[in-house]
């Protein structure tokens, strides 16, 4: 049984671009939440999604954003790159309704802005 | 969200327990207590989770104080793989579905030979 699937592993971009991540969940859970980690620091919440729709959000600004897709999946959009958005970005898959279930986390992916 | 409180550090010896504390004083009566741990180069990792009772599984322990304003995971025999970030989490719950989970700093843990 797969876990949560993040590609790509790691991305090099430049200030100002704009740049997507992508996340397949664990199969059977129906929700998906994206965190970013600075380095030494624990991972700081972004934004959650159900249904296609964002559910809940952290304090990040809107040049996150993020989408759903039908099949569970999905994506991380960050436009207007800055070099402290370089971070690990996390992408964790749950059940909405599963108060008696953990988070499954990805292993990642590594965004570094130059 | 509620806050939770954990050492920056401790140090265990290989094969021998280790309890690892955790304070959440303004934890509200819904509020589930989970714990992570996240490895080098890894994502966190689900540990255990409860709300009033001590919980066991294959990993851990949970001991969750009465007043349930603090708890300790508890690991039986540490390992080298044990060597880790350990997060303690207060995960809300609203009627049903779920609050997030809102990471501090955590407890790193350092194994020995």
């Known amino acids: 049984d797969a876990g949560v699937t993040q590609s790509p592993t790691h991305l090099i971009k430049t200030r100002g671009q704009q740049v997507t991540l992508r996340c397949s969940p664990k199969s059977g859970h129906d929700t998906v939440s994206w965190y970013q980690q600075a380095l030494g620091q624990g991972p700081q919440f972004i934004f959650q999604y159900y249904e296609e729709e964002e559910r809940q959000r952290g304090n990040f600004p809107d040049r996150f954003s993020g989408h759903q897709f039908p099949n569970y999946s999905s994506e991380l959009n960050v436009n207007a790159l800055l070099l402290g958005d370089s971070a690990l970005y996390l992408c964790?898959?749950?059940?909405?309704?599963?108060?008696?279930?953990?988070?499954?986390f990805g292993s990642g992916t590594r965004l570094t802005v130059v | 969200d509620a806050k939770t409180t954990q050492p920056n550090s401790m140090e265990s010896n290989e094969e021998e327990p280790v309890h690892l504390p955790c304070n959440h004083s303004?934890?509200?009566?819904?509020?589930?207590i989970h714990w992570y741990r996240q490895l080098p180069s890894q994502g966190p990792e689900y540990v255990i989770h409860?709300?009033?009772s001590n919980v066991n599984n294959r990993m851990a322990s949970l001991a969750i104080a009465e007043d349930r304003k603090s708890s300790t995971l508890i690991l039986h025999r540490a390992t080298l793989r044990d060597a880790a970030v350990y997060y303690c989490i207060l995960r809300a719950n609203y009627g049903g579905s779920q609050g997030n989970l809102i990471f501090g700093k955590g407890t790193k843990l350092s194994v020995k030979p």
């Open positions: 964790a898959s749950s059940f909405y309704r599963g108060i008696g279930y953990g988070y499954t």
């Open positions: 303004t934890i509200s009566g819904t509020d589930y």
């Open positions: 409860g709300l009033t």
